[in-house]
């Protein structure tokens, strides 16, 4: 009695290996996560296995996104490695405008993407989905109009 005790307690002890894909993952309760950054705009980035289904600050992603040019930066990485019916995507972004959201949400799921499966970096980092856009806004200097754009320069 005592060795099987034994023998239930060093299969309790040892820790199963997480699924190598979503299809290996019980019941898809496997989660991917990444950030994304763009201008000022934050994304936080989870997917999970579903239809496709994609939704941003908890509205419907059709809603949120008011025009099919920034709809198609945000599906470009799914598209690219042809996942783009896999995944459901909940996600949260703060800060900036609409096109800087955008770009924070591609970044976010293309680093999501990586999580799920490495071997697409080769393929997501040569289209650029992996290289975080750095220009930021760029500051009104004091004494002029803006932050390139200066005062008519009078001679006399």
Do not use: C, W
Request: glycine share 12%; aromatic share 8%; net charge positive.
């Amino acid at each position: 009695m005592a060795e099987v005790t034994e023998q239930q307690q060093e299969q309790q002890q040892q820790p199963e290996a997480p699924p190598a894909t979503l299809a290996e993952a019980p019941g898809g309760m496997r989660q991917f996560y990444g950030t994304g950054r763009r201008k000022t705009s934050v994304a936080r980035v989870y997917l999970n296995a579903g239809g496709g289904q994609i939704r941003i600050n908890g509205r419907p992603f059709d809603h949120y996104f008011p025009t099919q040019s920034l709809r198609n930066v945000v599906r470009e990485p799914l598209e690219a490695v042809e996942l783009a019916g896999k995944f459901d995507i909940r996600a949260s972004v703060q800060g900036g405008g609409l096109t800087g959201q955008a770009g924070s949400l591609r970044l976010g799921i293309a680093r999501a993407l990586l999580e799920y499966d490495l071997d697409l970096r080769k393929k997501l980092k040569k289209l650029g989905f992996l290289t975080r856009d750095a220009r930021i806004h760029e500051r009104k200097k004091y004494g002029q109009k803006g932050a390139r754009k200066r005062f008519q320069f009078s001679k006399r």
